[in-house]
């Protein structure tokens, strides 16, 4: 895989607008540690577009470390054992969350 840079720049070319239906949602990623950042992923309109930072007011907002969100990204980590094992946080509209993986990674 890529960087983590690149795979976030790279979601919405991977968004399911179908699956998104009329959303309208602001995600934040704070991924922590060494290859990490800060991601804003907004879904409105039936688009996605990616920003580097940190929105004002996410609806939902992920904490992870980056070797855990690369791990999910390759598909090698399931987010909800990474919820559950502490390994991600969730601040937010939980229903967000759980809309992840169908609307972003195809699942």
């Known amino acids: 895989m890529a960087s983590l840079d690149e795979w976030f720049m790279s979601v919405p070319a991977r968004f399911d607008s179908q699956a998104a239906g009329d959303m309208k949602a602001t995600y934040c990623f704070k991924v922590t540690g060494e290859g990490g950042g800060d991601?804003?992923?907004?879904?409105?309109?039936?688009?996605?577009?990616?920003d580097r930072c940190i929105a004002e007011s996410p609806d939902l907002t992920v904490t992870?470390?980056?070797?855990?969100m690369a791990a999910i990204a390759a598909?090698?980590?399931?987010?909800?054992?990474a919820f559950m094992t502490g390994r991600l946080?969730?601040?937010?509209?939980?229903?967000?969350?759980?809309?992840?993986?169908e609307v972003f990674l195809g699942k």
């Open 39 to 50: 991601y804003t992923v907004t879904i409105e309109n039936g688009a996605c577009k990616v």
């Open 64 to 68: 992870l470390g980056a070797s855990d």
């Open 75 to 81: 598909g090698e980590l399931d987010p909800t054992t």
């Open 89 to 101: 946080q969730i601040e937010g509209d939980i229903m967000l969350a759980m809309k992840i993986a």
